[in-house]
């Protein structure tokens, strides 16, 4: 049985709201022989109903989704429908680094015969069709955002000027940016 965290942000989390999340979102797990604590997060923003799941499995992979309507069951049931999406799709890779049958291929593998899955990313490998080169300069953060804005791009690669390792500057849904620091 997984445990759950279940956190709510301008919402209560009632006994029943809890209990639906924890035998939807518990949905993945049959998927799986370990799963750590998933983590739930239910949003209540501007009328829209944000729910944010991490299911952290075996072997340091991060099953993540997040989906908004303007009600919550409703989000809570979309995103389940994302992450088994993400589990069908990645069938094969998962396979592959989840070695010892840690992944029951056999319960994806019957719910593929009711319901065909775009196979489109069920290959072994993903196919890499343009190589771009770049030079990437130093700056200090300030000074790549303002690169990211006047390019229109939502990420920057750029080298800290201090330190010479390459980070990367992004923009947040919420407007605010994110830096992302090479390290080891």
Known sequence: ?????????????????????????????????????????????????????????QGGIVLRGEEATMDMYTSIDLVVEKLERQIHKQKTKLSRRLRGGSLKTEVIEAQEKEHPVDQRDASPEYPVVKTKRFVVKPMDVQEAIMQMNLLDHNFFVFRDAETEEVNVVYRRNDGNYGLIESGN
């Open 1 to 57: 049985m997984a445990t759950f965290t279940v956190r709510g942000k301008n919402i209560e989390i009632t006994p029943s709201l809890r209990e639906y999340v924890e035998k939807r979102v518990g949905k993945v797990t049959k998927y799986f022989e370990h799963v750590g604590e998933i983590t739930v997060l239910l949003t209540v923003s501007k009328g829209r109903h944000i729910v944010e799941v991490t299911v952290p499995i």
